[in-house]
């Protein structure tokens, strides 16, 4: 029996970049998603404490984005990408929320792939093949950030992933800030979002001149959000590492209205959100985290601060260790 454990992450700062061989920066967090599977047959059985309904995903599967129930096709397609040799029995617990912009999906595809044998020592060769299988099981061309940071999360810290390079280093988070995370009550699914599209006008944005019309006023606005953003990234994990909190703050401001105004991924709730949220004494910075379309803001604050303005679905989530196989 192997039991394989995969945390979610928030990222503080880095959204709509990562596709396009820009920078982030995400912390693995103490929430997240266990596996465990007893080997054996040709085919593999999982039942979930979140879905009643189990998963049987034979391992000749085809079309992961043909499996139900739906987070099954996150499952089939690791299958369908590392095509394992056994199958198995077993079971799914998780404490992250689902649509919340955590990465649920990403953690589960990790602790299958783990628990069906990955090699967990080369964290960048799991997370290439767990980003192919979101992309199977979904349709959503999505980066590598969620995989990646699962894997090569550090405790205590943040990570600075160029994902040009494919390079990481942690960032320490300071010992006396808080990482919260609010829900704005708006559940998104990415695979029925205008996810796509985004990374389609930001390909069309930078095709070379010559190849096609030039980019028009609103390619050029995504244009300008993934290149500010880009910048944003490494000036906020300086001011991270360095305990300047003021500056990292006001970089996560300028992070949502680049989303909200030159990208168009956040909505009127996650605006009043992040507007609330900016607005308390003791909090330094505010913005929404994930690709958007609703999901959750996050927060640097003062310890305790946000849980007293009673904003609902509220995680405060800590810097956590990677993934891990035990047994």
């Given at each position: 029996?192997?039991?394989?454990?995969?945390?979610?992450?928030?990222?503080?700062i880095?959204?709509h970049?990562?596709y396009?061989?820009?920078r982030?920066?995400?912390?693995?967090?103490?929430?997240?998603?266990?596996?465990?599977?007893?080997?054996?047959?040709?085919?593999?059985?999982?039942t979930?404490?979140?879905?009643?309904?189990?998963?049987?995903?034979?391992?000749?599967?085809?079309?992961?984005?043909?499996?139900?129930?739906?987070?099954?096709?996150?499952?089939?397609?690791?299958?369908?990408?590392?095509?394992?040799?056994?199958?198995?029995r077993?079971r799914?617990?998780?404490?992250?929320?689902?649509?919340a912009?955590?990465?649920?999906?990403?953690?589960?595809?990790v602790?299958?792939?783990?628990?069906?044998?990955a090699?967990?020592?080369?964290?960048?060769?799991?997370?290439?093949?767990?980003?192919?299988?979101?992309?199977?099981?979904?349709?959503?061309?999505?980066?590598?950030m969620?995989?990646l940071?699962?894997?090569?999360?550090?405790?205590?810290?943040?990570?600075l992933?160029?994902c040009?390079?494919?390079?990481?280093?942690?960032?320490?988070?300071?010992?006396?800030v808080?990482?919260?995370?609010?829900?704005?009550g708006?559940?998104?699914?990415?695979?029925?979002?205008?996810?796509?599209r985004?990374?389609?006008?930001?390909?069309a944005?930078?095709r070379?001149?010559?190849?096609g019309?030039?980019?028009?006023?609103?390619?050029?606005?995504?244009?300008?959000?993934?290149?500010?953003?880009?910048?944003?990234?490494?000036a906020?994990?300086?001011?991270?590492?360095?305990?300047?909190?003021?500056?990292?703050g006001?970089?996560?401001?300028?992070?949502?209205?680049?989303?909200?105004?030159d990208?168009d991924?956040?909505?009127?709730?996650?605006?009043?959100?992040?507007?609330?949220l900016?607005a308390?004494?003791?909090?330094?910075?505010?913005?929404?985290?994930?690709?958007g379309?609703?999901?959750?803001?996050?927060?640097?604050?003062?310890?305790?601060?946000?849980?007293?303005?009673?904003?609902?679905?509220t995680?405060?989530?800590?810097?956590s260790?990677?993934?891990?196989?035990?047994?």
């Amino acid at each position: 029996m192997t039991t394989a454990y995969a945390p979610g992450r928030v990222n503080l700062i880095g959204d709509h970049t990562d596709y396009s061989g820009g920078r982030v920066c995400p912390m693995a967090i103490d929430l997240g998603t266990m596996v465990t599977i007893e080997g054996g047959g040709r085919e593999l059985a999982l039942t979930s404490d979140q879905d009643p309904t189990p998963v049987v995903v034979p391992l000749g599967v085809a079309d992961p984005s043909t499996v139900a129930p739906a987070w099954g096709r996150y499952v089939a397609g690791v299958i369908a990408v590392l095509r394992p040799a056994t199958g198995g029995r077993g079971r799914v617990s998780s404490t992250l929320p689902v649509g919340a912009g955590l990465s649920s999906s990403a953690a589960l595809e990790v602790a299958v792939a783990l628990a069906l044998g990955a090699d967990g020592r080369d964290p960048l060769a799991v997370a290439r093949s767990c980003q192919e299988a979101e992309q199977l099981a979904s349709g959503v061309p999505c980066g590598i950030m969620d995989q990646l940071a699962s894997l090569a999360g550090v405790e205590g810290h943040a990570l600075l992933i160029d994902c040009g390079t494919l390079e990481w280093r942690p960032v320490p988070m300071p010992p006396d800030v808080e990482v919260v995370v609010v829900h704005s009550g708006e559940a998104r699914a990415l695979s029925a979002s205008a996810y796509a599209r985004r990374r389609a006008e930001v390909e069309a944005a930078h095709r070379p001149v010559g190849e096609g019309d030039p980019p028009d006023a609103l390619l050029l606005r995504r244009a300008r959000h993934v290149a500010t953003e880009d910048a944003r990234v490494p000036a906020f994990a300086s001011a991270l590492g360095e305990g300047d909190l003021a500056t990292a703050g006001s970089l996560m401001a300028e992070s949502h209205a680049s989303l909200r105004d030159d990208f168009d991924v956040s909505t009127p709730r996650l605006d009043a959100l992040v507007s609330s949220l900016a607005a308390a004494p003791g909090v330094w910075g505010a913005r929404m985290t994930g690709a958007g379309f609703g999901g959750c803001a996050v927060a640097l604050a003062e310890p305790g601060v946000v849980a007293r303005l009673g904003l609902g679905r509220t995680w405060v989530v800590r810097p956590s260790g990677g993934a891990r196989v035990s047994g």
